[in-house]
């Protein structure tokens, strides 16, 4: 059972910046997508950025210009950075990895942005 596991979240204040990682248990080289979703307090979880395993990105509009999505195959990693961010923001990530058509995911990491 391939695991994935979220960190790097945390509290900061509005504009300030956040990286996100999500290991791998084994290697992401054959997810031939992954992403992150995030959910806030009494919210739909949403998709917040995607990443094809050629390395295409794609964000929802909320955060185009402020995040960005990158994976290093070589050390089984996702990497979400998060910059200028907003109380907005704050929410519970999810990474998430798809192979053989089903979807693994994280567990969450909390971010929490509040001045």
């Known amino acids: 059972q391939v695991q994935l596991v979220e960190s790097g979240g945390g509290l900061v204040q509005p504009g300030e910046s956040l990286r996100l990682s999500c290991v791998g248990s084994?290697?992401?080289?054959?997810?031939?997508?992954m992403g992150w979703y995030r959910q806030a307090p009494g919210k739909q979880r949403e998709l917040v950025a995607g990443?094809?395993?050629?390395?295409?990105?794609t964000y929802t509009n909320s955060v185009k210009g402020r995040f960005t999505i990158s994976r290093d195959n070589a050390k089984n990693t996702l990497y979400l950075q998060m910059s200028s961010l907003k109380t907005t923001d704050t929410a519970v990530y999810y990474c998430?990895?798809?192979?053989?058509?089903?979807?693994?995911w994280g567990r969450g990491t909390q971010v929490t942005v509040s001045s």
């Open positions: 990443i094809s395993n050629s390395g295409t990105p």
């Open positions: 998430y990895g798809d192979r053989a058509q089903y979807r693994y």
């Open positions: 084994e290697s992401i080289f054959s997810f031939y997508n």
